[in-house]
């Protein structure tokens, strides 16, 4: 009679010791779980409308900028009719006249192109335009950034441009397009250009 | 036999106690670490908002008719703002300021910076919140017509941003 009662003591020990186990493992999960919610927060909602945005009304401004003119972008053969615009003109002749800008690997910004901006081929007039435009909006509010520009003919696709923020980080990973923004060029193919954000 | 009984009670009282100081220490730590997070929450939810209203504010500033740029009957340009109509909209503005663009706008302020091919400051609408608790601020790149710097009669498209500043 003694032992069982001393064994039903015991045993009656365990499990409470068990239950204050449980409780303590129930304490640390919630924990963690308030943890966890904290990490995983979702990104704000004006985050993503802020940055879904900007890849494509960036790319929407910037191709349909007409130059300044003060750039003396005067096309020759053709002369002066209309300013210039970044890109249906001036990247439609970098595209055209690509091959006397990338001779090899090397880059001759005196090579030949109908629009001479700045006294420079319209690729490198372009290049340099782009990245200072990017450089002082989405560069300046702490965002990344990688623009890219293609040509497509029957012969294949040529990348022509790549431009990065000043970091050369680009976009690797999570980030937002602009969706393909086409260009034709006379007689020759397409022009696609992209522009990703991300944070 | 009884001391050992009565020592053993003791034991065990201790041990109670000590279990229970334990166990209140740990749901005094889960009440405040709760408070805390309901304090954040409640901050995060306010934050969350005031970016709610910067997103409509900026859309409706975005698509203003008022600014937008229109030709004729056909469909406005996307992301586009006259920057005619800009200018002249503070007179626009002066007339109707207190209700009908209060309504819309509420304490904000929306700015136009043209960057390429010229930099320039158009304030489109300002009514900054003297007791403000808090600002958001939304960075949106827009084209700038401008009918008077092109050549031929065709407009000028510069590079541009708008900044809509909301306050709480």
């Known amino acids: ?199 | 036999m009884m001391i050992m009984n009565n020592k053993k009670a003791q034991v065990q009282m201790t041990e109670t106690i000590a279990i229970l100081f334990i166990f209140f220490i740990l749901v005094g730590l889960g009440i405040s670490f709760y408070a805390k997070y309901r304090v954040v929450a409640l901050d995060d939810q306010r934050e969350e908002l005031l970016q709610a209203r910067a997103v409509r504010t900026t859309l409706k500033a975005l698509f203003l008719p008022e600014i937008l740029c229109s030709r004729g009957s056909a469909e406005p340009e996307e992301n586009c703002v006259d920057v005619l109509k800009a200018k002249n909209f503070q007179k626009v503005l002066g007339e109707y300021s207190n209700d009908y663009y209060f309504e819309m706008f509420s304490y904000a302020n929306i700015s136009l910076f043209g960057i390429y091919p010229l930099s320039e400051k158009i304030v489109i609408y300002e009514n900054p919140k003297l007791d403000h608790e808090n600002t958001e601020k939304t960075y949106f790149i827009v084209t700038l017509r401008d009918e008077t710097a092109g050549v031929s009669g065709v407009p000028a498209y510069g590079y541009g941003y708008m900044i809509v500043e909301v306050y709480s």
Request: hydrophobic fraction near 40%.
């Open chain 1, 1 to 199: 009679m003694m032992k069982s009662v001393f064994i039903t003591g015991k045993r009656k020990k365990g499990q409470m010791e068990i239950m204050g186990l449980v409780i303590i493992v129930i304490l640390i999960t919630l924990g963690l779980l308030f943890m966890a919610i904290f990490a995983f927060k979702d990104e704000t909602q004006k985050k993503v409308f802020t940055r879904k945005g900007l890849a494509s009304s960036t790319m929407s401004a910037l191709l349909k900028a007409t130059t300044s003119s003060e750039e003396g972008c005067v096309q020759r053969f053709i002369g002066e009719a209309n300013l210039p615009k970044l890109g249906e003109d001036v990247l439609e002749d970098c595209a055209l006249y690509f091959a006397e800008y990338k001779v090899g690997d090397a880059v001759l910004a005196s090579g030949f192109s109908q629009y001479r901006c700045q006294g420079v081929h319209s690729c490198d007039f372009f290049k340099r335009k782009t990245d200072e435009l990017l450089q002082n909006t989405l560069g300046m509010w702490g965002k990344h950034y990688e623009y890219r520009s293609d040509f497509i003919d029957r012969f294949g696709t040529t990348e022509l441009l790549v431009i990065k923020d000043t970091a050369g980080r680009g976009c690797p990973g999570e980030r937002d397009a602009s969706g393909v923004y086409p260009i034709q060029v006379k007689f020759a193919g397409l022009v696609e250009s992209q522009l990703y954000v991300c944070d």
